[in-house]
């Protein structure tokens, strides 16, 4: 009975990437089996040294152009996002809906804090892609230390800020001139604790895969 019933289940399941191609063709069979997936067919070593890369090279230039001119450009969460989708192809992360069912509710919450001025515009798109790739393995991990990186950053600049009137000489220090400007004009890039947070959790997205 078990065995006739584990059949049964195996043929529904082989039928349905054809019931999909009737409707949507090629491109339904692929979609099927990419979001129906069970299992990630290993990725090429080579190729995922080449994903892994481009992530951590997105995710620097992000930190180091937050650093310099307190904005994170568009195209490196257009590179995450459509680098993401090749990597999702391939069969790098199984079950594709969970990523981007997490990715969606970041994104919503962000934009809310966006809308009340709370962090850019930029970041809520960065985090957003970064939440992709984090998925529900690593993505508790990654938020959580993003917080705490981001809350540090925040509470150091709060209190330079505070210090500044008292010791007005700080501001003069050469490390410390830029996060000066930041703390008396009430800003800060969190791109820079996004991407040290990103940089933690990638080892771990790209082996557990």
Do not use: E
Request: hydrophobic share 60%; proline share 5%; net charge positive.
């Amino acid at each position: 009975m078990i065995f006739s019933q584990s059949v049964s289940i195996f043929a529904d399941n082989a039928r349905q990437p054809y019931v999909f191609a009737r409707f949507f063709g090629k491109t339904g069979v692929h979609f099927s089996r990419l979001c129906s997936s069970r299992i990630a067919r290993p990725v090429n070593q080579t190729l995922l040294l080449i994903f892994a890369a481009t992530f951590v090279f997105s995710v620097v230039f992000a930190m180091v152009w937050d650093f310099s001119r307190l904005r994170i450009p568009n195209i490196v969460s257009i590179v995450l996002v459509v680098a993401f989708a090749a990597y999702a192809l391939m069969g790098g992360t199984g079950n594709i809906w969970p990523h981007l069912i997490l990715a969606g509710a970041v994104f919503v919450i962000l934009f809310a804090c966006f809308a009340m001025g709370w962090v850019g515009a930029g970041d809520v798109k960065f985090l957003s892609a970064l939440m992709l790739w984090a998925g529900p393995s690593q993505g508790v991990t990654f938020i959580v230390l993003f917080a705490v990186f981001g809350g540090v950053m925040a509470l150091s600049l709060l209190g330079l800020r505070s210090a500044l009137p008292y010791f007005p000489v700080l501001a003069d220090l050469p490390i410390l001139s830029k996060f000066s400007r930041w703390a008396r004009n009430g800003l800060c890039p969190y791109g820079i604790p996004i991407g040290l947070a990103a940089l933690c959790v990638a080892p771990s997205i790209f082996m557990l895969r």
